[in-house]
């Protein structure tokens, strides 16, 4: 019987900041005004020029910010599986992640503002200041850099975890180096993929600090678009309209990138 | 040659990784007022620093919220890790498992915006209460996850021989299964810990106006660009994080949990 009292407070948990804060905000998305429709928030939305490039905007961004970290993860996460030292590499890959993220926007503020270490060494050279700082290209760099590592952690594990014998079997049959990694490993670490992809898609999507401070006002996600109407204009309905495209969005990269069970090797050596 | 270019690929990447963190630390010393040059040495920043009366009293409430935010999500989760453990049929324990992943999954500004409206229909006011309320709500998640897998592992025939021997209900618990999931209720606690001093998003959203942390400090600080106090507080924050990650991988030598969750984000 006590034991059942401790269990309580994480029922009410549950109830009270997971279930209910997920109706409020998709109430307070609705409309209950006579004469509206009761998805007008909606209709809104998807028939402004403004939300729906913005909308676009986002995803390009974070697009570019999860392509640009996983074509520069899987070889780092391959080299690290192969080495003789991976436990040590992997524990310094993720160290970075333990320090604050704004600490490490904020190094970057100083690297990249008019009077920062880029631009004294561009001064050294005889090219005048450039502005760097709250471009896109300085947002891009900066999401990319803090997400690397949160995806090079999951392809490490899957390459970790892929059966040596299969690379084996593959040379054994003739086959190269480079037809050994198209259609062996690279197939058979998949699920890292998919998983970095989506451990960094999802951040990028919704970011607003790193948005605001790298990108200026001039890089506008779902995030930034949900903090300002909550907290700037203070048009909550609208905002909430927003956070719950999000959270469609999100629930479809979910989705979409969740793990196959099917072993496709089957599959492939068919060809 | 193929390892040669794997070595020079690693090293560089390393350094990049490290690079803006050691710029930074570096600047906390430097004479000049922004980050362009090094000018000379100096401790002025630091000084600075610990007169800032404001900004100290900022610290420690950040450190009281993460400490007790910590400590109640480490007593419920166990509670919830022990709920989950005890049902019976796999849908149930799925459907929990589901529920208890939302917060992990959904975006900080979807957290911040959903609390923000919650502690509004409730009529709660901003500040120490709401932030305190709204970290223990985001970290109760990982204290379950991290319990639950050394409750798994547990051997049941200890509690029946506790029992057999005589134990009550209370003293089975007390006396076994708590002792037994030590290790992973501190690290439940310590995730809950470092959760609680990283957050920016949901804070930045439930604090209102007179109470601040410091991550909420620091980005409005850095918002008006760049002044050195902030990076000689980045640097004591770094030798923190670095004790923090040591008492850490103590904590989890056995499991190697670090290694396959890295910081925080299990998707």
């Not at chain 1, 019987?1 to 900041?17: G, H």
């Not at chain 1, 995030?223 to 300002?228: F, L, Q, R």
């Not at chain 2, 007022?33 to 610990?50: D, Y």
């Not at chain 2, 804070?203 to 620091?218: D, H, P």
């Amino acid at each position: 019987m006590r034991k059942r009292l401790f269990y309580v407070p994480y029922f009410l948990w549950i109830v009270l900041f997971v279930v209910i804060p997920l109706i409020l905000i998709f109430m307070q998305s609705l409309t209950f005004d006579n004469g509206k429709s009761i998805f007008s928030n909606y209709q809104a939305f998807f028939s402004s020029g403004v939300y729906l490039k913005m909308t676009f905007n986002s995803f390009l961004f974070a697009f570019l910010i999860t392509f640009f970290s996983l074509i520069i993860s899987y070889p780092a996460a391959y080299f690290i599986a192969n080495s003789k030292y991976d436990t040590f590499l992997i524990l310094l890959i993720i160290l970075p992640t333990w320090i604050n993220l704004l600490l490490k926007a904020y190094a970057f503020i100083g690297i990249f503002s008019h009077d920062g270490s880029i631009n004294y060494f561009l001064g050294l050279l005889g090219i005048a200041p450039q502005q760097l700082l709250f471009t896109n290209f300085s947002f891009i760099f900066v999401a990319t850099y803090i997400e690397i590592p949160f995806m090079i952690l999951p392809i490490y594990n899957s390459i970790k975890a892929l059966d040596k014998t299969y690379i084996q079997a593959s040379e054994d049959l003739g086959a190269n180096k480079i037809q050994t990694f198209t259609k062996v490993v690279f197939p058979l670490t998949m699920n890292g993929v998919k998983t970095g992809i989506q451990t960094v898609f999802i951040p990028a999507l919704s970011l607003f600090m790193l948005t605001r401070l790298i990108g200026g006002n001039r890089v506008i996600t779902l995030g930034t678009a949900i903090e300002e109407h909550f907290l700037t204009t203070m048009n909550w309905s609208m905002g909430s309209t927003v956070g719950v495209i999000l959270v469609f969005i999100m629930i479809a990269i979910i989705l979409f990138t969740s793990k196959t069970k099917k072993n496709k090797v089957g599959v492939k050596n068919h060809e | 040659m193929n390892k040669l270019f794997s070595r020079i690929y690693l090293t560089i990447l390393i350094i990049l990784l490290y690079l803006p963190i050691f710029y930074l630390i570096l600047f906390a010393f430097n004479k000049g007022n922004n980050m362009g040059v090094f000018q000379g040495f100096t401790l002025s920043h630091f000084q600075e620093l610990f007169a800032d009366k404001r900004l100290i009293s900022i610290v420690i409430n950040t450190f009281l919220i993460a400490i007790l935010s910590s400590l109640f999500a480490t007593i419920i989760g166990l509670g919830g890790a022990l709920l989950i453990d005890s049902l019976k049929s796999k849908k149930a324990v799925n459907t929990y498992l589901s529920l208890n992943n939302i917060l992990m999954v959904s975006p900080d500004v979807i957290i911040g915006s959903s609390f923000l409206i919650l502690f509004t229909v409730l009529g709660f006011s901003l500040g120490f209460m709401s932030v305190l309320l709204s970290h223990i709500a985001f970290s109760i998640p990982i204290v379950v996850l991290m319990i639950i897998p050394r409750l798994k592992e547990m051997n049941r025939t200890m509690i029946d021989a506790a029992q057999d021997l005589g134990a009550t209900n209370f003293q089975v618990f007390s006396k076994v299964t708590l002792p037994y999931l030590m290790p992973s209720i501190l690290s439940g606690f310590f995730m809950a810990f470092t959760y609680s001093l990283d957050d920016f998003a949901v804070t930045f959203f439930v604090t209102g106006n007179g109470f601040e942390t410091l991550s909420v400090e620091v980005y409005s600080r850095a918002r008006q660009g760049v002044s050195l106090e902030i990076n000689a507080l980045s640097a004591l924050i770094f030798i923190f994080s670095l004790i923090m990650i040591v008492i850490y991988y103590l904590l989890s030598v056995r499991s190697k949990k670090m290694i396959k969750n890295g910081k925080g984000r299990v998707v």
